[in-house]
């Protein structure tokens, strides 16, 4: 028949059109969702992470702070670079490989929260560290919830692709 020959003409842009749209995910509601998990990242870095004092969250991760401990500083690190900036990059460009960087980063990150809440709250009061502070705490529940919001997204598709023009597939 005649349509075979008619269709491979557009054979090589089709196989470019699919090959950029399995490279892409669909947020539906998660994508406003997460742009509101990240706002409130960005508020809980704002706010100090350490009792003793109003050292904010983003300067700990910067700063050698006598109020931070390395796990607090390696935590911050985290909300900072998978919380807000690999997440915005994911949202925006609807990349696959983004999104699965951005789910890997925001658990680690929610474990590694446990850990600085922990090692803030294990230091008795007098101590320089002087407990968790309305930041960290803030910070790590949206860190947990960027992880819960990125997981079905990332596993929601395979990220095993047939090569391009493959046309035994039905």
Known sequence: MMVDSDLSEYRDDLVAIESRVAREVET?????????????LVVGLALPHTGTGA???WSVATA?????????????????VFGVV??????TT????????????????????MF?????????GTAPRGGAGIGLMLTWAAMAALAVLWIPIVTSRSNILPPPGDTDRP
Request: proline share 6%; aromatic share 10%.
């Open 28 to 40: 539906g509601w998660r994508g406003p969702a997460i742009a509101a998990a990240v706002t409130v």
């Open 55 to 57: 050292v904010p969250g």
């Open 64 to 80: 050698a702070h006598s109020g931070a401990g390395v796990p607090l500083r390696v935590f911050t690190g985290f909300a900072i």
């Open 86 to 91: 690999v997440s915005a990059v994911a949202v």
């Open 94 to 113: 609807r990349r696959w490989v983004a999104a699965w960087i951005a789910m890997a980063g925001t658990g680690l990150g929610t474990l590694l929260g």
């Open 116 to 124: 600085a809440y922990w090692s803030q709250q294990a230091m008795p």
